[in-house]
């Protein structure tokens, strides 16, 4: 059976891509991500050119130039997503970058640690032999088995991603 080529973004229902980078961008929601930030992040990632421009991005989601500054500057901030400025151009071009899960969850390392950190103090400070104490050294035991086995995975994925 021929296959068929892969669609690009004119063959595309763009009612339906609208559907799902909502759908999408709720789950983002709901995991605690600001509403305009997460549809402007799955709109880009959605985006075949992984690039969109701030115009592109308030056409597409029908949102003020105001509000896709926010959601853009949440997004640099966090580092889902990069500016990009190309020589001669006024525009600002925003990107997700094609491993954006590996190095966003590979970043997390640092805040692990310094959480890792604040629980040890708060042990510390609270008494071992409290309930509160003990509660925040096991939570810092528990963030400390998280972070190695989250680097061990994240190793394994890029030696995954490298075999294929």
Do not use: N
Not at 65 to 70: F, P
Request: charged residues 25%; without cysteine.
């Amino acid at each position: 059976m021929p296959q068929r080529p892969a669609p690009t973004s004119i063959d595309r229902d763009q009612a339906a891509v609208t559907r799902f980078i909502e759908r999408f961008a709720q789950m983002m929601v709901e995991a605690g991500m600001p509403r305009i930030a997460s549809r402007i992040f799955v709109a880009i990632l959605a985006a075949d050119s992984g690039r969109l421009t701030a115009a592109d991005l308030a056409d597409q989601l029908r949102a003020s130039a105001g509000a896709i500054s926010g959601g853009v500057r949440y997004l640099i901030q966090v580092r889902l997503i990069t500016r990009e400025r190309e020589p001669g151009s006024r525009r600002d071009h925003y990107t997700v970058g094609d491993d954006i899960w590996y190095h966003s969850l590979s970043q997390r390392d640092q805040m692990l640690r310094t959480w890792i950190e604040a629980m040890r103090d708060g042990a510390a400070t609270l008494g071992g032999d409290t309930p509160a104490g003990a509660r925040f050294a096991e939570s810092a035991e528990f963030y400390e088995f998280m972070l190695t086995e989250l680097e061990s995975m994240l190793e394994r994925w890029h030696r995954h991603r490298a075999g294929r």
